[in-house]
């Protein structure tokens, strides 16, 4: 019996949901933001650096060369800035175009093995789920390595379909520029997750036939080896030190910059970073035996093979960075996709609707609380630079705050009571409006306090005298704005200091600006 047609069946509804659920989780509030320290500002700052240089090689950050990522990222923010200027859209824009190739490539990949409604709930998902959406917009390397690595993977499992060579070519040639954009973690992920699966389907002899394409290699050598190859030639074994020991290995190895965990990890990451479809996840690993019934050998349908595919790439890039002694939360944004797409085929068949209400309600609960939790706990709070900065609370957590917190709070539980539309159906609204709440009013808040001042700091400093120092902090952001190099040393007479509150009380000057737990301030003599 076949499925009566449905408004979720249509292509032009799918088209306008997912455009409306890109402008607000990507695009929204990109030009009013101020750049985020510390990663934001690292970016930004090495970029503006090239200009302020004149070296498109090398990514420099305050005169001292940045090998944490390779240049791919930032030759795309030189080019958007070039044409637009130094603002924070401009730094943001590859990173929000990324995002949104990237959503777009999820929903025709899983058309095509999964049907429309599943491609649906795949880009839904993967435009509105908490985590993607607030990396996806920010200003690093993130979302457009994100973009290369899963069309790498996607092109994998179009070769183990099809068989036809030019998708091990595309792969490479994905893999090549993610490589370019962040390092070996774009090769790393692609090939464990395409090895397991041919291996599972018995077909290893033509992953290794895939890998050993010479043509294929060659487009990878072609796009990855010459920036690596110049950088190595200028600035010889302190670039392999600084970039594949450093950054690459000793971040494996042990905690870097204090970002650690256990096991336990990354398992809650999932649950949060899928907000609002944290129901799906659950719903997902109910079906995790049926997906892997009888593995061994060719999957009985395509769709099926996709889920065993999408649990494999999770599960791999799961159990790879738990292992990693750095933790970080968006490094499980390489795996996400495959267990999106999971979720996606199971999403349109689920039928208990409170399962996938109740997370987004808690979290909604919680979001409506956050002024009055902030407010009972607020002498607790340490450091006390952190009481600084959410001195100007009262300007955002206002009425405005409640109603609309508040109303989309009403909305869920009002989906949840409701029986007239289906589970599937409500999602949408659901997931729209979270959004909505995380990226036009909780990112907003956080970003005006914890980084208004900062940036208000650095538009002043850009038209005064004198050298840039920074001391106690390290907030790069700052160095963009003033459109000057920040250098970190012992102050002098003279010096244009950026510090702490509770640090300038210590240091004699002129205070020009003080708001949030920063003081500008010219220094002055200590006798």
Request: proline share 5%.
């Amino acid at each position: 019996m076949m499925r009566p047609t449905t408004m979720l069946d249509s292509r032009r509804f799918h088209l306008i949901v997912l455009a409306v659920a890109v402008a607000i989780g990507y695009v929204w509030g990109i030009a009013s933001l101020p750049l985020f320290d510390l990663d934001e500002g690292a970016f930004t700052g090495a970029t503006w650096a090239m200009f302020e240089r004149g070296d498109f090689l090398t990514p420099y950050l305050n005169e001292e060369p940045r090998f944490a990522k390779p240049v791919l990222i930032y030759w795309l923010q030189a080019a958007s800035v070039g044409v637009f200027g130094f603002t924070e859209w401009a730094f943001r824009l590859p990173s929000v175009l990324a995002s949104a190739a990237w959503v777009g490539l999820i929903y025709a990949f899983a058309d095509r093995y999964l049907g429309g409604r599943s491609a649906f709930f795949a880009g839904l998902i993967a435009a509105t789920s908490l985590m993607t959406t607030v990396v996806g917009k920010a200003a690093i390397s993130d979302a457009v390595l994100l973009f290369f690595l899963t069309a790498a993977v996607f092109a994998t499992f179009n070769h183990w379909v099809s068989g036809e060579r030019r998708w091990v070519r595309w792969a490479y040639l994905a893999m090549g520029l993610g490589f370019l954009t962040k390092g070996p973690v774009a090769v790393v992920i692609p090939a464990l997750a395409s090895f397991a699966f041919y291996l599972v389907t018995a077909r290893g002899r033509d992953w290794w036939r895939a890998v050993l394409d010479w043509q294929g290699i060659l487009i990878f050598l072609a796009v990855a080896l010459p920036w690596y190859i110049a950088v190595w030639i200028e600035h010889g074994q302190y670039f392999i030190d600084e970039f594949f020991l450093k950054n690459n290995v000793s971040r494996f190895d042990e905690p870097m910059e204090g970002h650690s965990g256990g096991l336990w990890y990354y398992p809650v990451v999932t649950l949060v970073a899928l907000l609002p479809f944290t129901g799906a996840v659950l719903t997902a690993l109910r079906y995790l035996p049926s997906d892997w019934q009888a593995a061994y050998g060719k999957p009985a349908s395509l769709p099926l093979a996709l889920r065993r595919f999408g649990w494999i790439w999770f599960g791999l890039t799961l159990l790879l960075f738990s292992f990693s002694g750095t933790k970080l939360p968006h490094y499980l944004n390489y795996g996400l996709v495959g267990l999106m797409l999971v979720m996606a085929s199971h999403l349109p068949h689920i039928r208990h609707r409170w399962l996938h209400l109740v997370p987004p309600a808690l979290f909604l609960l919680f979001v409506l609380l956050l002024p009055w939790l902030v407010e009972i706990n607020f002498d607790q709070i340490k450091p006390s630079y952190v009481q600084d900065m959410l001195a100007e609370r009262d300007r955002f957590f206002g009425v405005s705050w409640y109603l609309i917190v508040g109303g989309t709070l009403a909305l869920v539980i009002a989906a949840g009571l409701a029986r007239t539309w289906s589970l599937p159906r409500v999602m949408i609204p659901v997931a729209l409006s979270c959004a909505l709440v995380v990226n036009a009013l909780v990112l907003n808040a956080v970003g005006q306090m914890q980084q208004g001042p900062v940036r208000d700091a650095g538009l002043m400093a850009r038209d005064l005298p004198g050298p840039l120092v920074m001391r106690d902090m390290n907030m790069p952001s700052f160095g963009v704005y003033a459109q000057k190099v920040v250098e970190r040393r012992e102050v002098r007479e003279g010096d244009l200091l950026l510090t702490r509150s509770e640090r300038a009380e210590r240091t004699p000057g002129e205070v020009l600006y003080a708001k949030g737990g920063y003081v500008l301030m010219r220094v002055g003599s200590s006798d």
